[in-house]
C-alpha cells in the first residue's frame, strides 16, 4: 500500500506541473497592442522594454502600432488597442466621458522643437504665418499654443496653428509651403 501514495504524489505534481506550464504558456501568448503616433523620444521608454524583453518576462506579447493618437482614442474604446502613449488625448478623452486611465508617465519634461524654415530666427517672427500641429487638442498644439503665448503671440490672432497630422504630415505641409515652421 504504502508504494502507491508516492505514486499517487507523483501523479498529483505532473497534473500541477502540467497546469502551470499550460498556464504560463496560455499567459505567454496575451497580447498587448500599445499605440504611439512617431518615432520620438516620448516612446522610447516602452520600445526599449519591448525589446529588451520585459513585457515577455511578465506573459505579454507586445505590439507597437503607429497611429494618430486622436484615433486612438476611439481604437482604446473599441478594444483594437490596450494602451496608448499620450497625455493630452487622453485628458481630452477623459474630459469627454471616455473611460481611460493614466497608468504611468515615462518623462518628466515634455522634448519638442521648432522646425523653421531659414531667416526665422526667434518665435517672434512667426507674426501672422501658420504652424504646424499634429491635431486640435494635441500635445503639439497645447505645446505650440504655451511657446506662442510665452512669446507674446496670440494663436488664432497673431499666429495660426494649422493641423497637419503626423511628423510626415507637418514636414510635408512645410516643405509646401503651407505653414511656416
Known amino acids: 500500500m504504502k508504494p502507491r501514495i508516492p505514486l499517487l504524489n507523483v501523479f498529483f505534481l505532473m497534473c500541477v506541473a502540467v497546469t502551470v506550464f499550460t498556464i504560463t504558456d496560455a499567459r505567454a501568448q496575451d497580447k498587448i497592442r500599445i499605440g504611439i503616433s512617431s518615432s520620438s523620444p516620448g516612446f522610447l521608454p516602452t520600445?526599449?522594454?519591448?525589446h529588451k524583453g520585459f513585457y515577455t518576462k511578465y506573459g505579454l506579447a507586445s505590439e507597437h502600432v503607429r497611429i494618430s493618437l486622436a484615433i486612438a482614442m476611439n481604437a482604446l474604446?473599441?478594444?483594437?488597442?490596450?494602451?496608448?502613449?499620450t497625455m493630452a488625448q487622453g485628458v481630452s478623452a477623459a474630459i469627454r466621458g471616455v473611460?481611460?486611465?493614466?497608468l504611468m508617465m515615462t518623462q518628466d519634461k515634455l522634448v519638442f522643437f521648432l522646425m523653421v524654415?531659414?531667416?526665422i530666427e526667434q518665435v517672434?517672427?512667426?507674426?501672422?504665418k501658420a504652424v504646424g500641429i499634429s491635431t486640435l487638442g494635441s500635445t503639439t498644439h497645447l505645446v505650440a499654443d504655451v511657446i506662442a503665448r510665452r512669446h507674446g503671440l496670440t494663436p488664432g490672432k497673431d499666429l495660426h496653428l494649422l493641423p497637419s497630422g503626423d511628423d510626415q504630415g507637418r514636414f510635408a505641409s512645410l516643405e509646401t509651403g503651407r505653414v511656416e515652421p
Open 99 to 102: 473611460p481611460v486611465k493614466l
Open 124 to 128: 517672434g517672427d512667426l507674426r501672422n
Open 47 to 50: 520600445v526599449i522594454a519591448e
Open 117 to 119: 524654415r531659414p531667416g
Open 77 to 85: 474604446g473599441s478594444g483594437d488597442l490596450d494602451y496608448a502613449i
